[in-house]
């Protein structure tokens, strides 16, 4: 089993509709949590990070955390194409050890 | 955050040869490392370059094959040796500073062996 799950999609939705993509992990050690954002051969580039449970909040963006069913979540609000790319998610025990991440999920966002 | 970048973005190679990856920050950072992104696949860590001493290796990752360098703060490379078409892959390093929580990443490399 991997440490890190995350359903590969594609996932394809219309301009405007709300996004929710999910990552699942095993190890409870795992305190930070992060969501990548990485377009066609480019780097992956930092969208949201939390520490806590809850949600968090950065414009059109929510990362939410459920520590209790380890479980995460990234929301997309009013989306747009230019937020077709791939989703990835990430997390660490600690924080400068290594983030393990989930295999990412491709998104299109249909004009 | 940081600027950083990656040489080459690039690169086709034969079988059996190395090619060395360059990694540079515009300024000083706490941390480097170097992932490797195969084919449909999520990013694996190789590696932590530390400056000034030997890189620590995830398992499955050896120094013959994978040696890395870090001179300074701001530089880091990676070699992949004694290529196979099996490493044809997208390596990238990334950087953490004392200031950060997590991770920002360069470009990346994209390498196919032949």
């Known amino acids: 089993q991997k440490e890190v799950e995350q359903d590969p999609g594609p996932l394809s939705v219309p301009e405007g509709a709300i996004v929710s993509l999910n990552c699942t992990y095993s190890?409870?050690?795992?305190?930070?949590f992060m969501w990548y954002r990485q377009y066609s051969r480019k780097g992956p580039e930092l969208l949201m990070y939390?520490?806590?449970?809850g949600n968090k909040e950065d414009g059109r963006f929510t990362a939410q955390v459920d520590k209790s069913s380890k479980y995460i979540s990234l929301f997309i609000r009013d989306s747009q194409p230019s937020d077709s790319a791939t989703y990835l998610c990430?997390?660490?025990?600690?924080?400068?050890?290594?983030?393990?991440f989930g295999q990412g999920t491709r998104l299109t966002i249909n004009p | 955050s940081a600027v950083i970048s990656q040489k080459p973005s690039r690169d086709i190679c034969q079988r059996g040869t190395s090619l060395t990856i360059q990694c540079q920050v515009d300024?000083?950072?706490?941390?480097m490392f170097w992932y490797r992104q195969q084919p449909g696949q999520s990013l694996t860590l190789i590696a932590t370059?530390?400056?000034?001493?030997?890189?620590?290796?995830e398992s499955g990752f050896v120094i013959d094959k994978f040696p890395i360098s870090r001179p300074n703060l701001t530089f880091s490379t990676l070699t992949v040796s004694n290529m196979s078409p099996e490493d044809s892959s997208i390596y990238l390093c990334?950087?953490?500073?004392?200031?950060?929580?997590?991770?920002?990443f360069g470009p990346g490399t994209r390498l196919t062996v032949l």
């Open positions: 990430a997390m660490s025990a600690l924080v400068a050890q290594k983030l393990v």
């Open positions: 190890n409870s050690a795992f305190q930070y």
């Open positions: 939390t520490y806590s449970s």
């Open positions: 300024s000083q950072v706490t941390m």
């Open positions: 370059a530390n400056q000034g001493s030997e890189a620590t290796y």
């Open positions: 990334s950087y953490k500073t004392v200031r950060t929580d997590t991770q920002y």
